[in-house]
């Protein structure tokens, strides 16, 4: 499922707390987003359509709750983002950071740290 940035953001909303309805989604977003009650519609009947989300009557309203878990979208966007870029080779991301001179010393630190909880685990 591809979802665009404007409906991950409110893909984290909803993931932050749910139920929301439209407006609870708008003012969860006021503080960092210019949107339009009518952007957060839009975006939120384009995540229902793609089946990200489900809405569900409440009175005169609708209560929206995400229908995919955080995780497995992250997992998903970055198995995507590593394929489409790097042969799926975490490595060749690495690499590309590094080279570039992108990552700190507490970057490095932690990518070590991971490695050996790595190799303990095997």
């Known amino acids: 499922m591809r979802i665009s940035e404007a409906e991950s953001r409110v893909m984290d909303v909803l993931w932050e707390k ?20 009518a952007t957060i519609k839009t975006l939120l009947n384009r995540l229902l359509k793609k089946g990200a989300i489900t809405a569900e009557r409440d009175g005169r309203r609708y209560l929206y709750r995400p ?23 975490v490595s ?28 303990r685990e095997r």
């Open 67 to 89: 229908l995919i878990q955080r995780a497995d979208y992250v997992h998903e966007e970055s198995r995507s983002f590593l394929d489409r870029l790097y042969g799926g080779q």
């Open 18 to 37: 749910e139920p929301l309805t439209a407006e609870g989604v708008a003012a969860a977003l006021a503080d960092r987003e210019e949107w339009q009650d």
């Open 92 to 119: 060749a991301l690495v690499a590309h950071f590094s080279q570039s001179k992108a990552l700190s010393k507490q970057e490095v630190d932690e990518i070590r740290a991971l490695i050996e909880e790595i190799d």
